[in-house]
Nanobody, 124 residues
Framework: QVQLGESGGGLVQAGGSLRLSCAASGRTFKWFAMGWFRRPPGKEREFLATISWNGGLTHYGDSVKGRFTISRDIGKNTVYLQMNSLKPEDTAVYYC?????????????????WGQGTQVTVSS
């Protein structure tokens, strides 16, 4: 089992930045691909970013490409999402997820473990 816990959400003005963290515990974190997703109010869950087990591969959703950066610290069992140039439409609950994989995984249905989410609200 892998337990995931997100932190770093909050209220920020448009144009601002936030860094989300996702701490993992349980099984060895090293061999897991990690992903970030979000669910805006009243909308479907959206893929944001994914990173391979060693950080060598990343992939981003079109809506955040160039603004968000995913990274991971294997020693700290933590994955991060740096979010810059935030917009009101970025308001959502943000989730991290994990799956055993050698590559990157963008399909949310392939993930086995999910955190409980952290709220991000961007004011205009």
């Amino acid at each position: 089992q892998v337990q995931l816990g997100e932190s770093g959400g909050g209220l920020v003005q448009a144009g601002g930045s936030l860094r989300l963290s996702c701490a993992a515990s349980g099984r060895t974190f090293k061999w897991f691909a990690m992903g970030w997703f979000r669910r805006p109010p009243g909308k479907e869950r959206e893929f944001l970013a994914t990173i391979s087990w060693n950080g060598g591969l990343t992939h981003y959703g079109d809506s955040v490409k160039g603004r968000f950066t995913i990274s991971r610290d294997i020693g700290k069992n933590t994955v991060y999402l740096q979010m810059n140039s935030l917009k009101p439409e970025d308001t959502a609950v943000y989730y991290c997820a994990a799956v055993e994989s050698a590559g990157v995984v963008a399909d949310s249905t392939e993930y086995d473990y999910w955190g409980q989410g952290t709220q991000v609200t961007v004011s205009s």
